[in-house]
């Protein structure tokens, strides 16, 4: 963990306990391993499995701006990595060849791939993304991670388990952009969605 260490050791938590959550959520929740997923432009340049789609929280592709796909788009069965390797789906479906549906911004995506392979693609603008690229992406990733399951909880009227059960559209798009735009104007916006969650009745949180 490195320099999250020192990060979590200036937060009034109890450091062993924190240590241990951050890394047992990690190692559950931080890899995509029942379904996969794939930008079908990417496949389209070159057919292999990019490592980086296995992140759970990586939802765009930042090189062609759309969202990464995790469902066949003819027969909207589960993508595995042998459909992506073979660039086929049991019915038939020639992935790369699928339709995309582009994205106002990928700049997450951008910088968890900057942060992943520690390489410059393109400048990151939002001045809260570059306070995030700061820090060590086990914790980038732990912290969206975190909120995106306060987030699902409230817009699935789930009960919040903690990092506990593992529920696959967590991982949605949606989800995955509000926790994410909760840094986009940091602090407020943080304070703005503990004030929201807060004031939500438990079991009305789906109206979001
Ligand atoms: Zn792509
Ligand atoms: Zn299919």
């Given at each position: ?59 765009r592709?930042h090189?062609?701006n ?37 994205v106002e911004n990928s700049d997450l995506s951008k910088l968890l791939?900057q942060k ?5 693609t393109s400048k990151i603008e939002n001045e809260c993304l570059i306070k995030l690229q700061q820090l060590?992406?086990?914790?980038i990733?732990?912290?969206i ?32 952009s509000?926790a994410s735009s909760i840094f986009l104007n940091w602090p407020h916006s ?19």
């Amino acid at each position: 963990m490195g320099g999250n260490e020192q990060l979590i050791k200036g937060l009034p938590l109890n450091f062993d306990n924190i240590k241990k959550n951050v890394k047992q959520a990690l190692d559950k929740f931080a890899l995509r391993i029942v379904r996969k997923q794939f930008c079908p432009l990417c496949l389209c340049e070159r057919l292999y499995y990019r490592k980086h789609w296995d992140i759970s929280i990586f939802t765009r592709c930042h090189i062609h701006n759309c969202y990464l796909l995790s469902t066949c788009t003819k027969c909207n069965s589960k993508i595995t990595f042998n459909k992506v390797i073979l660039n086929n789906c049991e019915c038939g479906n020639k992935l790369s060849t699928s339709s995309t549906t582009n994205v106002e911004n990928s700049d997450l995506s951008k910088l968890l791939f900057q942060k992943l392979y520690q390489m410059e693609t393109s400048k990151i603008e939002n001045e809260c993304l570059i306070k995030l690229q700061q820090l060590d992406i086990d914790l980038i990733i732990f912290l969206i991670l975190f909120l995106s399951f306060k987030i699902s909880s409230q817009l699935y009227n789930l009960n919040f388990a903690g990092f506990h059960s593992s529920i696959d559209y967590i991982y949605n798009d949606q989800v995955i952009s509000e926790a994410s735009s909760i840094f986009l104007n940091w602090p407020h916006s943080f304070y703005t969605f503990l004030n929201e969650f807060k004031q939500k009745p438990k079991n009305n949180r789906q109206t979001g």
